[in-house]
T-cell receptor, first 119, second 113 residues
Framework: GAVVSQHPSWVICKSGTSVKIECRSLDFQATTMFWYRQFPKQSLMLMATSNEGSKATYEQGVEKDKFLINHASLTLSTLTVTSAHPEDSSFYIC???????????????FGPGTRLTVL | SQKIEQNSEALNIQEGKTATLTCNYTNYSPAYLQWYRQDPGRGPVFLLLIRENEKEKRKERLKVTFDTTLKQSLFHITASQPADSATYLCALDESQAGTALIFGKGTTLSVSS
């Protein structure tokens, strides 16, 4: 199968600090990864699309300077929440999509999520 | 405007019955539709994908239908079990390479024994 991992699974930080979340595709190469945020009892909201070797594409209303995304390899994307504030507390989930032209590209495989709590 | 609606936030059924969840969409032209299961505090897990030219897809106790005329997908769990209790999300894919899925809010299913 296609496995995506995230690290850490949870993090608590003080307001004003930065937090980095890693997303890895373990057994396949992911040309495209996505970052979602989910508040309690809400749907997953897409934050940005991350393509290997190029700049991320952010959704409207998502501050690119606050949520830094790096997709340096075909198996790793990172999301850094800079100068985190309590309103950034949420469940952050990444997903990975396989290379175009293969069956695996039709489905997104999700990581287990990272619970961020900013005090 | 574009919308994806899952008909109810919560669905409670008895063990052994068939659960039917609905997903309706407007102003999208999805090439395929996917269903995911999400447990509390976890990421979504892929269940089934159905393409626009398919009417029905099955996997074990799961069945998905896709009616592009009605702009609706139905997701059925037969012989439901308490372990099926979770939130089920439908997601659209407009099939542009590299595009993200668009999710509904989900239906939380509770199966009581």
């Amino acid at each position: 199968g296609a496995v995506v991992s995230q690290h850490p699974s949870w993090v608590i930080c003080k307001s004003g600090t930065s937090v980095k979340i890693e997303c890895r595709s373990l057994d396949f190469q992911a040309t495209t990864m996505f970052w979602y945020r989910q508040f309690p009892k809400q749907s997953l909201m897409l934050m940005a699309t991350s393509n290997e070797g190029s700049k991320a594409t952010y959704e409207q209303g998502v501050e690119k300077d606050k949520f830094l995304i790096n997709h340096a390899s075909l198996t790793l994307s990172t999301l850094t929440v800079t100068s985190a504030h309590p309103e950034d507390s949420s469940f952050y989930i990444c997903s990975a999509r396989g290379p175009s032209g293969r069956a695996i590209a039709d489905t997104q495989y999700f990581g287990p999520g990272t619970r961020l709590t900013v005090l | 405007s574009q919308k994806i609606e899952q008909n109810s936030e919560a669905l409670n059924i008895q063990e052994g019955k068939t659960a039917t969840l609905t997903c309706n969409y407007t102003n999208y032209s999805p090439a395929y539709l996917q269903w995911y299961r999400q447990d509390p505090g976890r990421g979504p897990v892929f269940l089934l994908l159905i393409r626009e030219n398919e009417k029905e897809k099955r996997k074990e106790r799961l069945k998905v239908t896709f009616d592009t005329t009605l702009k609706q997908s139905l997701f059925h769990i037969t012989a439901s079990q308490p372990a099926d209790s979770a939130t089920y999300l439908c997601a659209l894919d407009e099939s542009q390479a590299g595009t993200a899925l668009i999710f509904g809010k989900g239906t939380t299913l509770s199966v009581s024994s």
